[in-house]
């Protein structure tokens, strides 16, 4: 049953024009260096993973205008420079700006998933998912077929964290993935930098936190 479903999974990787990813095979150098990275990424894209400059940036699924504004004008102030490459989470808020405003601009930008390759979740982001292969890409550790289950967006953020230089958080409650993701980033020595905000605004009590 295994070699079927080894076999079904390679063959859903050719059609796609989906590249394996591995120690020795294109594998993400600053990956390296995190004891829980995956063994195997599946990427469908023509971003360079080993770009100079890699940033990651996160927020929360509920942005304010604030939020919205920082994340856009972080990108323009990104776009000048040379060998640069964006990551986020393809969530809907921060991350879905991040990924449009790279789009438009013509930055490249990578989208790390919490499910396979047969779809992009949120279903919202199907016509950003296309565009952002054609200059950038997406990646993941889940093969076909997984969905996304909400125990996979930790595992996420960890790709996430580990193949970013620096971790920017944009708009973060107390807790949630953002956070994660910038505490992650610490714990691989990674650069963590966040945006403040409104001391009573409570999308911005994590980013607040982080820099206290």
């Known amino acids: 049953a295994l070699l079927k479903q080894a076999e079904q999974e390679l063959n859903f990787v050719i059609k796609n024009d989906i590249r394996l990813v591995y120690p020795g095979n294109n594998y993400p150098s600053r990956l390296n260096n995190c004891v829980d990275a995956p063994l195997l990424l599946y990427y469908k894209g023509n971003a360079n993973l080993d770009t100079a400059k890699i940033v990651a940036i996160v927020?929360?699924?509920?942005?304010?205008?604030?939020?919205?504004?920082?994340?856009?004008?972080?990108?323009?102030?990104?776009?000048?420079?040379?060998?640069?490459?964006?990551?986020?989470?393809?969530?809907?808020?921060?991350?879905?700006?991040a990924h449009k405003k790279c789009v438009q601009l013509g930055v490249p930008t990578v989208g790390v998933l919490g499910h396979g390759l047969d779809r992009i979740y949120p279903?919202?982001?199907?016509?950003?998912?296309?565009?952002?292969?054609?200059?950038?890409g997406l990646l993941t550790e889940?093969?076909?077929?997984?969905?996304?289950?909400?125990?996979?967006?930790?595992?996420?953020?960890r790709v996430v964290a580990g193949v970013?230089?620096?971790?920017?958080?944009?708009?973060?409650?107390?807790?949630?993935?953002?956070?994660?993701?910038?505490?992650?980033?610490?714990?691989?020595?990674?650069?963590v930098a966040a945006y403040p905000g409104r001391v009573n605004d409570s999308r911005s009590v994590g980013c607040n936190e982080l820099i206290r």
């Open 59 to 97: 927020g929360t699924r509920k942005n304010t205008d604030y939020g919205h504004q920082l994340c856009e004008e972080l990108v323009e102030g990104l776009q000048s420079l040379e060998q640069v490459l964006v990551v986020s989470g393809m969530a809907l808020g921060i991350d879905g700006v």
């Open 123 to 136: 279903n919202s982001h199907k016509e950003l998912g296309s565009a952002m292969v054609a200059n950038g």
């Open 142 to 157: 889940f093969p076909s077929g997984t969905l996304p289950d909400k125990g996979n967006f930790p595992m996420r953020n």
């Open 164 to 191: 970013s230089d620096v971790t920017v958080v944009i708009e973060s409650a107390i807790s949630g993935g953002a956070l994660i993701t910038a505490h992650m980033a610490s714990g691989y020595n990674r650069e």
